[in-house]
């Protein structure tokens, strides 16, 4: 038995953003834009959207500024400006972290009007012990890169400033009613996020692929998923305006989308997010360290037939072929930090992820430290 759902409506294309105005029109006659520090503005992008809300009669505020890290803090300051006036939908403009935020400040909104004692952290997987239960304000997803895939999931990681660590929020009231993909708006991003992100994405989908609640439906997608990026991101890192390659690593971000949102994901993303916490380590980054190693552990707990599809796309040495993959996009193996580790604690802490949980094998503390070791220079 298997359960598949997505309830947001997709617009994909290059210049899918110039029709917004008429998309979101449904939705309401006031929203709420959230974007991110500057580039949106460089590149004339908000511009080119607020004038065509404007044009049609649809006002808007702007919260901007939001940075890498998407904190609690950000996501009360949110709902303070949603309190301050009658908003009829959230757009979330930008990287995974701007819409994260856009996301739980539309998702919490009901909750935050409703609840005397209304507290962000309640509402984070382990820190917390509420579930979502009033609806939010309808939320409109715009990703600006590709690869998180946060523009049809139904969770927005946020850092937790009290306990250092990075929480999920996770309910159905948190899924956008639309997403508009625009591969064009990803045309400006420096290398380093493109191959990142992107390799966020191919995480994604190999983890959705062996996870233990992969289904039929899903694997089609993650193997479309992983054989676009294989083949279009180091044409996008040779030439960043390489619109068809650009399409094809957007499809394969929503495709790593849908993965988290059906498949779950497992011990790669269990490391990558409490790593990535500890050690201020950009998410994609992260990821792209863990994937090597964890495919390869992950090997002897998946089907037979899996394992032939994995040899297929990455070649009989998936680990080999994921380093050199990675020296051709300018990625590294291995994560330098020269902090003390207290190798059992990060790997206990590892192992009560939601992520970890969808693994195809339960880890032991052991195989976790093994890892661990494996991937950081110290
Ligand atoms: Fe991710």
Known sequence: MFKFFLPTKIIFGCGSINNLHNDVKPLGKKCLIVCGKSSLKENGLLKKITENLSRNDIEYDLYEGISQEPT???????????????????????????????????????EFSYNKNFKVEDYLEIDGTKRVEIPGIPFVSVPTVAGTGAEVTMNAVILNPLSGKKRSIRSEYLFAKLAIIDPLTTITLPKTISSTAAVDALCHLVEGFISK???????????????????????????????????????ASLYGGIMIVNSGLTLAHGIAAVVGAKYKIPHGVACSVVLPEVLEWSLEFIPQQKILTIKNLFSENPKM????????????TKLNISNDFNFEKLAEEILNTSSTKGSPKEPTLQEIITILKQIINT
């Open 72 to 110: 609690t803090e950000l996501v009360y300051k949110g709902l303070e400006i949603l309190n301050k006036d009658k908003f009829d939908f959230v757009v979330g403009v930008g990287g995974g972290s701007v819409i994260d935020v856009a996301k739980a400040t539309a998702g919490l909104y009901g």
């Open 213 to 251: 609640k992969s289904s039929p439906l899903c694997d089609h997608f993650a193997i479309e998923g992983i054989k676009y990026i294989i083949e279009n991101l180091p044409l996008v890192i040779k030439n960043p305006s390489d619109i068809s390659a650009r399409e094809k690593i957007s499809i």
């Open 321 to 332: 072929f994921l380093y050199n993959f990675y020296t051709k996009i300018g990625l590294n």
